[in-house]
């Protein structure tokens, strides 16, 4: 099969992805630091991430299926540019501090990140797999449609896998980047850097069409019931979203604590949180090196497996009695993390249909931005009540259940997936989940 991979349109896409992400870490770094100098309060930080992430989750959906409907040809671009139009008003009114407005136009900018990101998602998906499709070389004479519909399953895949190792570069070098340019001109230049990436994935994205033709003929609020029902219908699918929720909120519960921990619990310091961070980020370019290789294996075990290692992570985290072993659970974790994301991606993909991709990416955008809303406050709370070896011990052993839960989810399910769709590629996605490799693949 020739790769979707060797694809311009594919290239342009993953090329604007990266330079969106790098310039969206940037901004995030520039801003938390600019809102902690101004305030001098964690809590308004905090703030800042809640509407920046949490509050925009029960806006995106409508706002993907808004444009999703759309027949104009440059909605997904628009969206980029309204972001650096938004961003370069943040840097402005830090010459004129007030916390209301930042979190108000933090919103915005938020809404239209993740919207965009659920489009620019569901878009890899479709590009990779009409490039197959349409491709002579990529069909064998004669081969039965299961054939077919293994390999589009695959390009999917593949173009995820890409799209996780631009997310890792972006997730290891944006935050040091933005710490290096604030230090030395500013957030606001710092900023102004994130508006030009706004502006070139913008116009780098001007032919990109996220409209989806069935779309037309409903109402936002009737494709938003259309998604919720096949979630509903789809056991393996609902049991999935539901169990990889509860996850979630765990491992983003340990976001909070790692400060503490290695500052108070390790005497690490600054430059010893760097050094975790940066285990962690390690782990997490390996993981989807790792992913992308492994384009045979199955994805809901890779999934459980990946949420295991995080779990296994935090476990290390408690018991650790130096810097040096806490670095190692965090690439562990780091791993697990580049594991789970893409894996997650690529199953909810494999389990709807392509009109439904931009909506359910929009829906898997908002459960990780909800589920941070509801974890930074519980690893707090964790910390308060023990202390922060005790939060990962209980986090650990938390996010380890749920890999079971996830394993089992997985595996079981198939079945009742093809029982209950029986129209589907089936086969495939049984592959997909349980990993039995067929002559397509």
Known sequence: MTSPLRSPR???ILAAYTVNRLGSWIGLVALSLAVFDHTHDPLAVAALLLAWQALPAFLVPALVARVEASTRRHELSALYIFEGVVTALI?????????????LLAVADGTAAL???ALLRAEVARVARDEVMRAPAGRDAGAPPVSIEAKALEAERLANAALNVCFSVSFVAGPVIGGVVVAAAGAPAALFI???????????LLNLHPHVEEAGAATIRERLKRALAHVNETPVLRGLLLIQTMALVLIQAAAPIEVSYVKATLHGGDR????????????????SILFARAKHRPLGPILAAGTFALGAAFIGFAAAPTLALACLAAFIG??????????LISLVQQLAPGRLHGLLMGGVESMMALTLAVGLPLGGALVAIGSPRIAFLVLGIGTALMSSALFRATSK???VYVETHPDAPA????????GTRGSGL
């Open 91 to 103: 840097a402005v009114l830090l010459g004129h501090f007030w916390l209301p407005a930042v979190l």
């Open 427 to 434: 086969t495939d996605t049984v592959r997909a989940l349980e």
């Open 272 to 287: 010893g949180y760097g050094v975790l961070v940066t285990s962690w980020g390690a782990g997490v370019v390996l993981a």
């Open 334 to 343: 780091g791993i697990g993390n580049g594991l789970g994301l893409p894996s």
């Open 10 to 12: 594919l290239r342009v």
């Open 115 to 117: 919207a965009a990101n």
């Open 194 to 204: 994130d508006v030009g990436s706004f502006l070139v994935c913008g116009l780098l």
């Open 413 to 415: 399910g198939a079945a």
